[in-house]
């Protein structure tokens, strides 16, 4: 395997608070590489290390063996493309102005003919290019999505990040930019570091999963090897049945797991997963705890 990132002894705090630990991890070439993990375990803080966005207090990231902490701003963004979770910015311009900022650490403000020609390529890839005059504000978050994706296309690096890519969209929207990110990554050979949340799509897209809890890697790996019912319960505190489809492995979370020091009482139950008469109910109402309910918090799960 071409090792085409590389990340050692990464590490990285807010304040007192370290979010990633000593963290190590080689990327090959070619490849889409989904990181997972609950809220706060460090994924996007990992994504925005590598794109310098959040400077590390030690370790190295390299790409093709360049060291990326010491690129200059341009030189970086021909090397990695980051696309945010959302827009915090509002892009008052067309579609293919919005593309065409891709084309800056190339050109400057001022485009030239093969920038635009770059430009059309990428719109032309996701399906955008009726859309190309549009304001960027009046699309769908879907289609925002699609064009910022084209953005970072259009810079035309080897690695791209993506901050949770489906956030916010729709399951057809989210089976379509999942579709056009790993059709991307195999065409064009890139590299590709997705930090996402659903658990589904990360086993069904990806070819490694990189499985994190506070700052630290778990598990990693191929995706059967790495989404299994014990790294579940370690990583997310869930009771999940995962099953194999097609050779991908699917989650079926069944319970949230309560530590016995807090209530006594193992797991909350789900009346969709278990009915209303079963007897995984009737133990719950014996022990006092209404389904999805906690009794330490008194909130529904």
């Known amino acids: 395997m071409i090792i085409k990132l590389s990340i050692n002894g990464l590490r990285f705090r807010y304040d007192s608070r370290e979010i990633l630990h000593d963290f190590c991890l080689d990327i090959g070439d070619g490849q889409i590489v ?3 993990g609950p809220n706060g375990s460090g994924k996007s803080t990992l994504i925005k290390c590598i794109d310098q966005l959040l400077i590390p207090d030690s370790g190295e990231i390299l790409v093709d063996r360049q060291d990326v902490t010491k690129m200059d701003r341009m030189d970086l963004a021909r090397t990695i493309a ?5 827009s915090l910015r509002v892009f008052p311009n067309s579609v293919f102005d919005v593309v065409l900022m891709g084309r800056r650490p190339y050109l400057g403000w001022k485009g030239g003919d093969r920038d635009e020609l770059v430009v059309w390529e ?12 549009s304001s960027f ?3 769908s978050g879907g289609q925002q999505q699609k064009v910022l994706i084209a953005r970072a296309l259009a810079q035309e690096t080897g690695v791209i990040l993506l901050d949770e890519p489906t956030s916010n969209l729709d399951i057809w929207h989210q089976i379509d930019v999942m579709e056009i990110i790993r059709d991307l990554v195999k065409k064009r050979n890139l590299t590709a570091i997705v930090a996402i949340h659903d658990l589904n799509m990360a086993a069904r897209y990806s070819d490694t999963l990189v499985m994190m809890k506070r700052g630290a890697i778990i598990a990693a790996g191929k995706p059967d090897s790495v989404m299994t019912a014990e790294n579940l319960e370690r990583v997310y505190g869930i009771r999940a049945n995962v099953r194999i489809t097609e050779d991908v492995p699917y989650v079926i979370p069944l319970a949230r797991l309560i530590p016995k020091a807090d209530s006594g009482i193992r797991s909350t139950v789900s009346p969709g997963l278990y009915g209303n008469n079963s007897r995984a109910q009737r133990t719950a109402a014996r022990n006092g705890l209404r389904p999805g309910k906690s009794p330490s918090s008194g909130k529904v799960g």
């Open 34 to 36: 989904s990181i997972v």
């Open 137 to 139: 504000t009046e699309l």
């Open 82 to 86: 980051y696309v945010p979770q959302n």
């Open 122 to 133: 990428m719109l032309g890839l996701l399906g955008l290019e009726e859309m190309a005059l």
